[in-house]
């Protein structure tokens, strides 16, 4: 399998560009895995795997996609990369991305674009748009991608394969490079349900190193997942059907939703009052986190050092203005701005209010259903340079996402359909918190 996959990345990765870096050890560890062969506590023995690149791998360079971690190369694993190699897995390298995730197409990346597989005349979404596309092009059986406001379930969507991002605190964020700590989370990337429950158990579960994580057993997902949604009870919000939402995403999701209904489930029309403040309210909370998150990269710790400074205040700002993206400056300056003691109030703070709000919003219609569903984006994929001059506009198509972020729900994206361009039309599937087990059922009764 690991030949295979190697073998399929040699032969296309030049044209995608899903990869940043490849293991050089990824045979040699697939021998060693098969020579301890298959039990039940390592299910994932000998799959080829892709990781996102701002998920610490030992030995393995991991960039975020930034000039600013250029050379650095992890002398640890992230708890998630221990948890997948004690299972089995071997990671076949880490995958291309919009630098920090911060963007929503894959364009950011200091090492240059992915192309979506389905046409490379198209952005495979972003930020995860490295591990949707390896995915997606049959590279890999699986990747791992982050979530902070959509960049696990967005390029899911745009590539044609199941994205989870499971309930904040779910997953360990132990050696995940931080973007936005309240909101960051990290979850599998595959070609179907059964694979990312799968993928999903492994890496779910408590750690000591992280204190946001949660105390809670982990389901089998995968042992549970033909329970079907009869007597499910769904709820479809009018908001995610709004102006900005294409047609063709509105037809497709809504003959999905019809499915779920043949099969038994009862669907109604709800309101999420508060969710048109959601995309301000995820820009100003996630730009003010990754403003204090990333002043680590001063360029004396570790990360990229500019040359020829005169004083330590220079060394600061000379390496960080070479080492940042533009994009990467866009978040630190808006999000110092709106933590400034002069404007915390009506920024930060502010936005933490609305954000109740929205997190009441769903809280109440958990009351009364199962699952909440709609599109995942408000289009299928764009082409490349289409949102690259306009960022407000390229915020705004997040709409979808950011509010189960917020929320700190988990979410899905499952593949439905397919624009009249043959690009695919994912179907999101949001579930209480901790209830990802029922997200899976509705998806694979679907798939
Ligand atoms: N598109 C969003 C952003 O640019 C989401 C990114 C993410 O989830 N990492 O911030």
Redesign the pocket.
Known sequence: LVQAALDRINATDETIHAFITLSETALEEAKASDEKGYSTDRPLQGIPLGIKDNILTDGIRTTAASRMLEDFVPFFDATIIEKLKAAGAIIIGKTNMDEF????SSETSYFGPTKNPWNTDYVPGG?SGGSAATVSAGQVLGALG??????IRQPASFTGIVGMKPTYGRVSRWGVIA?ASSLDQVGPMTHNVEDNALMLETIAGHDDKDSTSAELDVPAFAANLDKGVKGMKIAVPEEYFGAGVDEETQATVKAAIKQLEDLGATVDTVHLPHMKYGVPVYYII?SAEASSNLQRYDGIRYGYRAEDAESLEDLYIKSRSEGFGMEVKRRLMTGTFSIASENIDDYFMQAGRVRSLIKEDFKKLFNDYDLVVGPVAPSPAYKFGENADDPVAAYQA?LLTVPVNLAGLPGLSLPVGFSEAGLPIGLQIIGNYFDEERIYQAAYALE
């Open positions: 995730a911060m963007g929503a930020s982050s979530d902070t406001g959509g960049s973007f996630a997040d």
